[in-house]
């Protein structure tokens, strides 16, 4: 079976950082063959795309609310991706979920091709 299990979370002042982690385990679970998002979902809001990274380290943004203020970044030894999470608007709080998505053609950002998924972990940002 596989877990994703998300941490960093918290609340934090506008304009501050904090760095996201979600750790995957499984035994049939190839974490490197793997392309990793991070997703957040707002109060009364749909789920959104934030980042995601492929095997091979190519990353895509959602470049309208983050690019430029979000990094992500994965270790495979570690199983893990990050977010790192600079300069944060009152706008950014939301729940924030990874996935994962087996090698496959398409684009890194359709949600629907995720087929594995975090339980979240609620990011605020106060003004």
């Known amino acids: 079976q596989v877990q994703l299990v998300e941490s960093g979370g918290g609340l934090v002042q506008a304009g501050g950082s904090l760095r996201l982690s979600c750790v995957v385990s499984?035994?049939?679970?190839?974490?490197?063959?793997?392309?990793m998002g991070w997703f957040r979902q707002a109060p009364g809001k749909e789920r959104e795309f934030v980042a995601a990274i492929n095997w091979s380290g190519s990353i895509e943004y959602d470049v309208d609310s983050v690019k430029g203020r979000f990094t992500i970044s994965r270790d495979d030894a570690k199983n893990t991706v990050y977010l790192q999470m600079n300069s944060l608007k009152p706008e950014d709080t939301a729940v924030y979920y990874c996935a994962a998505r087996p090698p496959r053609d398409g684009s890194m950002l359709n949600i629907g091709t995720y087929e594995y998924w975090g339980q979240g972990t609620r990011v605020t940002v106060s003004s």
């Open positions: 499984g035994h049939t679970f190839t974490f490197r063959t793997y392309t």
